[in-house]
């Protein structure tokens, strides 16, 4: 047991000096929870495995400090003083505080790091986001339904040529956005550059055939920085400023490149593409930390958008609450967190302007929904005092049956959604699964059953027919 860390009831964690992180320990056999707590708090702060005589009194005053443990849960509250972090706004130095060590060290069978807290004085040191959905939004005039996507499939193996021409099939389709899958690199059947230049010159195409702007969202993670900029630098020479997205593989690239690539792009809107979280949050998982967690790192190191799941209607695992939680993490200023509130903002939450602020985006937010169309100038989009929003990005099994049963559960239309095989398996071709897409928002939006509509398009009734048959829910 190593007391320096144990201050329960102590309130001045509370003083916007301090990081709060909500914990589930599960300590290993025949160790006391209350022990491996101040074993966790040291090794994710300032101590080892034994009471250290080296500690300074400065170095004792950064402490982290237990302040609440729940016998019954197993929840343990720890506080970090904040300034104990690399300067410069550095998410990998807080990984490796709170998400390091700690999962490997013996004393416990579970740690499962659910939820943090942001102090107001911390935020301005972090990035946040920069080039955010209201941007996306504004360069596609898009404003009554979500951003609606593809993914190319198969996820690799096609050549530049046979890539783009999809693109072009999916756009000309009516599709707004479509990206690569996350282990789309330079292969040698597919060489950046080539895939680069055919997607312009099928964007090109597909433009001018609809009068629609469209977005590609480029995935530049790479072996190294230098890497990752030369193929951004290639982008940016070839494609039209606002028609691309950087995505980075963030779990499997590192916060280091995410943060690299939003420094260097603070224009261009940042995809943080989660692969590999489930090793760390799947709620069969005892260690690791949480989607919300991860959410909130995503917007504290400034990606534009991160993939927050389906909320239990596709192909992924995740429940509702957990996606649709995040998913509020990323989008909201004043958002509840399964352990904290979080207010993304520069100023105090009892700040008269704050609060006004928050009660118009809820207001904002919920005639958006009803009135199935965002407004132009979104209360945060241009506020100094405020974190600006990273948009959820809606992926995983998903198929046009499936966007009415989506859209009731998480009650925003400000998200981008990508299908793959929702779109690339629709029996009459990419094309048309684009618009069974369109059709199945365009039936949402006029208040219509996607049966009902589909009386008058067909590629929406063969979709029904088709992924009713072959969609997620059947494959389950
Ligand atoms: C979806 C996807 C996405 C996952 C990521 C895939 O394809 O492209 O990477 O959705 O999961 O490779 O599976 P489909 P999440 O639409 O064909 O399923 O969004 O949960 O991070
Ligand atoms: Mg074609
Ligand atoms: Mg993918």
């Keep these: 047991m190593q007391k320096d ?44 495995n034994v009471k250290i005589r080296s500690a300074t009194q400065y170095s004792t005053s950064v402490n982290a400090r237990i302040y609440d443990i729940n016998e019954q849960t197993g929840i343990v509250k720890i506080a970090y003083p904040w300034i104990i972090f690399d300067q410069g706004g550095n998410i990998q130095n807080i990984m490796t505080f709170l998400a390091g060590n700690i999962f490997g060290t013996s004393d416990i069978k579970g740690c499962k790091l659910l939820d943090v807290y942001f102090p107001t004085t911390m935020l301005s040191q972090y990035d946040g986001p920069s080039y955010t959905i209201d941007d996306m ?64 010159l099928a964007m090109d195409k597909a433009e001018q055939e609809t009068g629609h702007t469209k977005v590609h969202s480029f995935n530049v993670s790479a072996a190294d920085f230098d890497t990752m900029i030369r193929r951004a630098d290639y982008i940016v020479e070839k494609m039209k400023p606002g028609s691309y997205a950087f995505l980075v593989d963030g779990i499997t690239a590192g916060w280091t490149a995410v943060q690299t690539i939003r420094r260097h792009y603070p224009n261009v809107f940042l995809h943080f593409h989660r692969a590999g979280h489930g090793a760390f949050t799947r709620e069969e998982n005892p260690i690791g930390y949480s989607v919300e967690f991860l959410t909130k790192m995503a917007r504290l190191a400034g990606a534009s958008g991160i993939h927050t799941g389906t909320a239990g209607v596709g192909k992924m695992s995740g429940d509702v609450s957990t996606d649709v939680t ?7 200023t004043k958002a509840e967190g399964p352990y904290f509130t979080q207010y993304w903002s520069h100023i105090p939450p009892n700040d008269s302007d704050l609060v006004s602020i ?19 100038n979104p209360s945060q989009a241009n506020d100094w005092r405020i974190i600006k929003r990273t948009c959820p990005i809606v992926s995983g099994g998903l198929n046009p049956v499936l966007v009415p049963e989506f859209l009731d559960k998480i009650k925003t239309i400000d998200y981008i959604t990508t299908m793959g095989g929702g779109i690339h398996a629709h029996p009459m071709g990419t094309r048309a699964g684009a618009k069974a897409m369109l059709q199945a928002y365009d039936a949402w939006k006029n208040r219509q059953s996607l049966e009902e509509y589909a009386k008058n398009f067909e590629e929406l009734a063969v979709a029904i027919e088709f992924y009713n048959e072959h969609g997620t829910q059947a494959q389950k």
């Design 326 to 332: 995040s998913a509020y993490l990323a989008l909201k």
């Design 137 to 200: 939004r504004a360069y596609l005039n898009l404003w009554d339904t979500p951003i609606l996507g593809t993914i190319i499939k198969p996820k690799i193996g096609l050549n530049a040529t046979e890539y783009a021409e999809l693109c072009y099939d999916f756009w000309a389709g009516g599709g707004h956005f479509v990206k690569n899958d996350e282990p789309q690199a330079d292969q040698f059947f597919c060489p950046y550059e080539k895939m680069v230049d055919s997607i312009r």
């Design 358 to 376: 928050v009660e118009e985006e809820e207001k904002l937010w919920n005639e958006s929904f009803e009135k199935r169309h965002w407004d132009k």
């Design 5 to 48: 860390y144990l201050f329960l009831g102590d309130q001045s964690v509370f003083n916007d000096n301090y990081v709060l992180a909500a914990f589930k320990l599960v300590p290993a056999d025949g160790r006391a929870l209350d022990d491996v707590a101040t074993e966790i708090a040291a090794e994710s702060s300032t101590g080892s």
